[in-house]
């Protein structure tokens, strides 16, 4: 089976990213040496402190080899949902990016819930 980072976001009906999950390896290198899982990380890890420090929002967060997984509170205020959906909406672009020039090595599912 080939090593692919796996990732899912689950939206909200105001287009909201709720939660999101990212698991898996790239497997292109070695651990330490891969750029798809370094790149994958500096993403995705950005995006939680851009939560925490930038929109004051305090998402529930673990992490741990090759998981991460972070869930947005319930109760954010309006400019608190605006900041996260840019931080979020962001992070969703660079991993497409990412995606685009290593297509086999991440997935990226979508789902929006009522």
Same mark, same amino acid.
């Given at each position: 089976?080939?090593?692919?980072?796996?990732?899912?976001?689950?939206?909200?009906?105001?287009?909201?990213?709720?939660?999101?999950?990212?698991?898996?390896?790239?497997?292109?290198? *070695?651990?330490?040496?891969?750029? *798809?899982?370094?790149? *994958?990380?500096?993403?995705?890890?950005?995006?939680v402190i851009g939560l925490t420090d930038v929109a004051g929002v305090h998402p529930e967060h673990t992490?741990? &080899?090759?998981?991460?997984?972070? *869930?947005?509170?319930?109760?954010?205020?309006?400019?608190?949902?605006?900041?996260?959906?840019?931080?979020?909406?962001?992070?969703?672009?660079?991993?497409?990016?990412?995606?685009?020039?290593?297509? &086999?090595?991440?997935?990226?599912?979508?789902?929006?819930?009522?």
């Amino acid at each position: 089976m080939i090593a692919m980072i796996r990732v899912y976001f689950l939206s909200g009906p105001e287009g909201l990213i709720q939660e999101f999950t990212v698991k898996g390896h790239a497997g292109c290198e *070695v651990a330490g040496k891969d750029i *798809v899982c370094a790149a *994958v990380s500096a993403v995705v890890q950005t995006a939680v402190i851009g939560l925490t420090d930038v929109a004051g929002v305090h998402p529930e967060h673990t992490q741990h &080899n090759g998981f991460l997984k972070c *869930v947005l509170p319930e109760k954010i205020n309006e400019e608190q949902k605006k900041a996260a959906s840019i931080i979020l909406h962001t992070m969703l672009a660079g991993l497409m990016s990412i995606k685009s020039g290593y297509p &086999n090595l991440i997935s990226i599912q979508e789902r929006m819930v009522d």
